[in-house]
């Protein structure tokens, strides 16, 4: 090993950068952009359903209800058609994804102790809308029922259970603090990737590797002088993505940086490997970027960022450690949330070291084996 | 330069074979370049010239069979071999984002040449090649001659013994490549062996030695006379109106071994006893009236296509 020679190729990786803005942009900006737009789309909590109230009973009763579902948050009330029938025409044109349907003769029911039928109307098309429209409309009913008894006088006291539901870690229950650090995983996964991967196999093509093969340096040499460029960048980025995280979206800030910082580096190493593997193994570019989508995408589907692996067929839940991504949304979830420390996300971390010392062990291997061909 | 006695063996290689799936790129191939030979590799596309040359340059590891370059195994000896060779690719091979002068700077320190010669070698070479003023230039925006100019100028920053050139003039103008040759003569004169491998068989006549290679083996080899004189007979030139005609009836003719057109011309190799152009001149006279012959030299061309019509199928040609 020769450190004048990894100098000196790291002196030829930077001059190629500087004259290269276009990657550096990539490097820098791209993530910040991406983090702050898609922050914002996993950020947006289903709110302000578009609704439509059919008061048919004009009473002080239904009044009251309509009140209770405007002021929830939830529901924005858009529309209050004078009969049932003028609801289809609306749910069609996707005006609205629910609607709340009081009958004639309601507070008659309720003045006279009986239970009142209400209809709630959802649009199903969107499952999630149609899950969370009914579950927040049977949570206002209630609550608005609890109200008439006490106002009645009856003890809510009743025998029973009473469920209290206390969100740990993330009491405003934002999706948007578990979401924002495995957004910074999988978009410094995604940039690292696709710049690695290019990365050799570009001088493949321009026939430089080949020449770099007549002179003295050796494979060790090569990879330490492609890496340490990329993996100075790469922390650079690391730092602004999450600083972004922390102040632009608020995300509150719980764990130890220590720990968020070595997860960080650890699974950076693992990117960065992967990427010049990659690229060492390709023979074009077009080859390395093949090879980059077979591996984002079940990366993306498998390793927990967007679907719970608890929910995963028991199949399909032992591959989910074959994927880095898995390990590093651990250990940023769990630091940043939860404020998890080193002994307890041990396991993760030295998965992700795990994966780092397998990648960079077939890199080298690659390396020399492109050597003797 | 490190002192290399004449006469001893630049490189020599025994039983080179390699092959590429089912194809056989060089085949059970000897080669033997003497200290200071200028020594061309001619031969056709895929006549297995550039996976020759790169077995020699230790890129590229043979199926079988060893080559040494100064008495160092290509395979074993890939330390103390690759110092004295400077590997020209067939391709463009320097950083299209460098400078010309960074491209100079970064292979040549990566070779361990110092500061001092780096800057001496790096402004004469620029200078002698007419590359002087493009020295800051990305080396991307260069004319097709001067990126080949440029990747000998590298090769050459660490002053190798041996030159290992891959057709380093296909695609270049006429001038760039005459001012090429002109260089290569140049490292001639210092001492310096090369093995230039090239499609122009114009070219072979520059070399010291040649060989022609085809389908993965060595054909003939020896100096261009010697090749020269494997074919017998003489050369000449007939102009005539209907050259066509001419040369169907030239072909006719006893004395004649082959004819083909070139240009206007039909060219005749005559291995008759008789003097060739009154021959010909009564043989051809009574057809047309403003018939000329004329003795031509002997080309490389025309050397190569005779020794490939009457070389016996397969089998490997004598040396020299």
Known sequence: MSGKRIRLLIWKEFTQLKRDPMLVRLLLLMPVIQLIMFGYVVAADIRHLSTAVVDLDHSVASRALTDQFASSGYFTINARPTSEDDLRPLLDRGQIQVAVVIPAGTQDHLDRGETAQIGIIVDGSDSQVSAVGSGYASQIISRYNRQLMTDAGISVAAPGVDAQIRVMFNPTLDPINTMIPGLIAAIMMISLMAIMSQAVVKERESG????????????????????????????????????VGILWFRVPFNGQLGVVLVGLALFMLTCIGLGLLVSLVSHTRQQAQQAMMFIMLPTMVLSG?????????????????????????????????????????????LALAAFAAVIFTASIIATRRRIAE | MQSTSPGTSAISARGLHKSFGATEAVIDLDLDVATGAVYGLLGPDGAGKSTLIRMIATVLAPDAGAAEVFGHSVTDQRGKVTPRIGYMSQRFSMYPDLSVAENLEFFATVRGVGRADRNSRAKSLLESMGLAEFADRQAQHLSGGMKQKLMLASTLMHSPDLLLLDEPTTGVDPVS???????????????RTVLVATPYMDEAERCTHIAFLDR??????????????????????????EPRRTLAAVIALPGVDSAHLFGDLVRVLWTGAADPIEALIAGLGGTDASLTVRAANIDMETVFAYLAENAPADAAAVGS
């Open chain 1, 208 to 243: 430089t590797l080949e020449q770099m093969f007549v002179t003295p340096i050796r494979a060790s040499e090569y990879l330490i002088g492609k890496l340490t460029p990329y993996a100075g960048l790469a922390t650079l980025q690391m730092l602004i993505v999450a600083a």
């Open chain 1, 305 to 349: 960022f967007i679907f719970p692996i608890a929910s995963m067929p028991p199949l399909i839940q032992p591959l989910t450690n074959l994927i880095p991504l898995t390990f590093a949304l651990e250990v940023l979830r769990g630091a940043f949330v939860k404020g998890t420390g080193f002994a307890a996300l041990a396991p993760q971390l």
């Open chain 2, 177 to 191: 490549r005459r001012e090429f040759w002109r260089i290569l003569a140049s490292l001639h004169r210092e001492g």
């Open chain 2, 216 to 241: 993965g083996r060595i054909r003939q080899s020896g100096t261009p006379e010697q090749i020269k004189a494997r074919v017998p007979g003489r050369l000449l030139e007939v102009a005539s109106a």
